[in-house]
């Protein structure tokens, strides 16, 4: 078998070719879970949205349904935010192995449950404090179970040189510290909960916004711009 | 920091490989959206369509659902619209940065939204003035929401100088003016909902006609044809 | 706005990398599209499936749903034997144009509402003879619909020389000859109806089969392994 | 016709790019169907889930409904191992033919059911021993069929010379046997069910665990490490 298995790491790595094809594949089948959450929320409107909602004017019912909308545009951020994490990491990584691709799933498993910890958390928005914490809490282990097998995913792809071979080590590790601090801010926020749970869901949204704006091992204009001009 | 990012930028830029790649997985996850939206009108169909109701007989409640196949057919005939200006417009894209990600979500966040205000508004053709004269309000708000940050991709895929890089400025130019026309032309298709909604709907289905046809920035085949020849 | 258009083309169609993109864009949206309608019945099945009947034993409840399974089965034939026709003809393609995607949306509108008229026709095997034969008819008017837009394609993209250059005539006419075939034998399949239904579908299910196999234009194994020998 | 032919081979199999496209698409539309089957229970979690049941408080109402969350996570870890296994097996697939899509196909055709089955299974956990033999036949039917299947992807694309043409066979036959031994160990694991059918679904999850560690045709970071420096 060892013959065998030695052959078979020729055939994988020896080409160009394929190794661009095993990471994009990975790429394709999480946006396609991607695309599917980023879509679920705007169905559910439509399928048990305001139009159903009978007795009442319609300018009431759709009135009525915010937090159907809120529980859209939070989902469609925080899935929005980590698809852009996921773009930025899987860019870098040349190769992939058996345990990368079941961190991978991982992460899909946590992501794909985003709409329902959402929904729950905006129906509950008006009721109780037990409530509100509950599906908050649900909410954040969800964010929390994601952003830790990112985490994992950077770790393993660095520690089995899966990444590009002639990336920067810096780089390496400033993308893995930014990535690190996620899960710890998301604790932070969620630990406001037990103050306000609307702070706290501020809170979230403000950490998405600030991820969104960029940091090290973001796609940025300007380098892009530099590069641009000694190329033209 | 600043080392690492002088070095980062040479790792993402210098290989022609990986811009493609960039600029296609933004693609493809924009697919899987379109492919959702696409399908869920007629999957609404299948799920609270005229099959489902009881008491009538099948004739009759096919028939009668013909708001449903109005919604299906103009969600269809939007979606696919903006899915070719989207193509069109991302064939230029040589390069992908932070902001034009999360310009492209926005986009994204205003399509996914079409099924639904497509639903609202067929099943209120029937209805009262005000509940007209409100989805109509509401689905205008949705493909406009949509064409301002399309607009807003192309002006800063430009700006930026994410564009091809030997892409003709006046080209660039035509297809910023086009891509502007559209949101005055459904302003103007908007204003007439206070004169008739069933005309204001007709206005909108000629003008994402108006868009099937072709104009400055649009796939032609005339061009190609010569290209053809010359080629051959 | 000449001089613009020149250069247009000139951008377009003066790379290799560049057309390739733009059919492969094509392919993943339409797949896109595929993949939501071969799954959607299977979705289907789990949300008003047979485990949610009540007052029933679940031995007969799941014996019960056999038009169900029917319609998943029917379904899943058909989408799969049109996204392999689609594959078929779409690995010629080389260049896209507007009117090519246009065509290509239409294909897409009429596949997307297989799941629902499937669904419509297996609900109505026991129904009486006006259920049977309008459900046929819409059923085959959505089979019709997408094999009269397969075969526009395949006319455009031959007449507009977007086909890969050095395709040989004859194999297009080849490929048109079959895609032309097929919606006169669904209409033969359809006369059917008048005679027996049950009849009917097992015509269509017996033409999916005959498309199956393969002809002009489909994969073959026997060519590849000839060519296969003499590269290697 | 024979002409036709010959020279079709010639234009499909003369090309590196259209081979590597073709079986690409198959991979972009199988990723379509995994990532569908893969989100397709966290929104049923959303739609019928915990949340819509009244006149319970929501803890209460969120802790009854665990037999869901373990339907979405065994179909998430059986679906995301099929996809694993397609994504392996695929790597060495160099071309496609009109038998190895209807092959694949298939394969689909029984992994769009493992929600449906998925779903039956948990609900009927706590039932009598009638409904859990049932639904454990039902889900054992459908995960064989899946894997009956794959094996015959792999054995036909061995036997059609479809694989890269200089893949070890020893890899080829290594990977057949591991390919073999999974609807033998599914079959004992059903056998299981006339014991106990907890144990039975234990025993599955142990042998989806048991694929994900890896084995020859997977993907394995230490060869790859080993090529990786002799690279560098």
Redesign the interface.
């Known amino acids: ?1 060892a ?12 080409r160009g ?2 190794k ?3 990471a ?6 999480s ?10 929320m ?8 305001p ?1 159903r909602e009978s007795g009442r004017e ?2 009431n019912a ?1 009135a009525h349904a915010w937090p159907s909308y809120l529980a ?2 939070i989902t ?1 951020a925080i899935a ?1 935010q980590v ?2 994490t996921h ?1 930025n990491l899987w ?2 990584v040349a ?8 961190l991978n ?1 991982f992460v ?2 946590f992501i ?2 985003i ?2 910890t959402a ?2 958390l905006s ?2 928005l008006r ?1 109780g404090v ?2 509100q914490r ?2 908050a809490a ?1 909410y954040v282990g969800t964010v929390l179970g994601e952003s830790v097998f990112v985490n994992l995913t950077w770790w393993w792809a660095d520690r ?3 990444l ?5 080590p ?2 390496v590790r ?1 993308i893995a510290r930014r990535a690190l601090l996620k899960p710890l801010l998301y604790l932070v926020a969620f630990a406001v909960v037990f103050i306000d749970p609307i702070l706290s869901l501020c809170a979230y949204l403000l950490l998405v916004g600030f991820y ?3 940091g ?6 300007s ?6 001009r000694s ?2």
């Open positions: 078998m013959g065998a298995d030695a052959r078979e790491s020729e055939y994988r790595y020896g070719r394929e661009a094809r095993d994009a594949r990975v790429e394709t089948f946006d396609g879970v991607f695309g599917v959450v980023l879509t679920v705007a169905v559910e409107l439509l399928q048990s949205g139009a319609l300018p759709l859209y545009v469609f929005g698809w852009l773009h860019r870098y190769r992939v192995d058996q345990m990368l691709l079941v799933l899909l498993l794909a449950t709409p329902f929904d729950l129906d509950n009721g037990t409530e509950l599906t649900l089995r040189r899966l590009h071979p002639d990336l920067d810096r780089l400033a969104l704006i960029g090290p091992g973001d796609l940025r204009p380098a892009g711009r530099t590069e641009d190329a033209a």
